[in-house]
């Protein structure tokens, strides 16, 4: 927490350090956890009592990947943050995080040409360990890959300042080979940087 003994006190400040707090036990997987804080008032200032239910820690036993046929599950889970709980692996859960790997996977699959992968699902099963005092979650994302697309090239309308062969020199990917996302993406702002470095601050695109 950032507050100190002896500094002025600042509801705001107090309640960003309870936002710190629980932000730290939903690192360690306390995704249950609450905290609330009490002012209570001393002859030389007050004193700040922070009051924090931690709950049970919920950590994640197993992560499996159906749908995959391209690429290897052992692949698909170096891509992720969340971990399965081992021996210098915590595996703790969080929500957010599940969300963000979900678009790894599927910008990964994008890199590769899959541009209609998509991910159904992702089932989670829960068990509560009597002995560790802890809840154990098993993770299945459910994967549909479609089919590999190869990129047919790019055409440009309504350019009058520049000509169609100078803004295409921008272009790093070519008609014919895999589809890749991100280098899509990364044509269409070299293409749009050549009227910003030019001075064509108002101009509108439409990929």
Known sequence: IKIKA?????ESKVLLDERIIRNYYLKKGYTSSSVYHDVVEKDNGVEVVFHINEGASTIINEIKITGNTIVSERALKKKLELKEAGLFKQGAYQSST???????????YKE?????ATILDVLIESTYNEEKQRNELSLTFVIQEGVQYTFGGLSIKGNEVFSVNELLKQQKLKAGS?????????????????????GYMSNEYYP
């Open 178 to 198: 895999v589809y890749n996302e991100v280098k899509f993406q990364e044509d269409l702002s070299a293409i749009q940087s050549v009227y910003f470095e030019n």
């Open 6 to 10: 002896s500094d002025v006190y600042v």
């Open 98 to 108: 599940l969300e963000m790997d979900k678009q790894k996977i599927i910008s990964y």
């Open 112 to 116: 590769k040409g899959y541009a209609d």
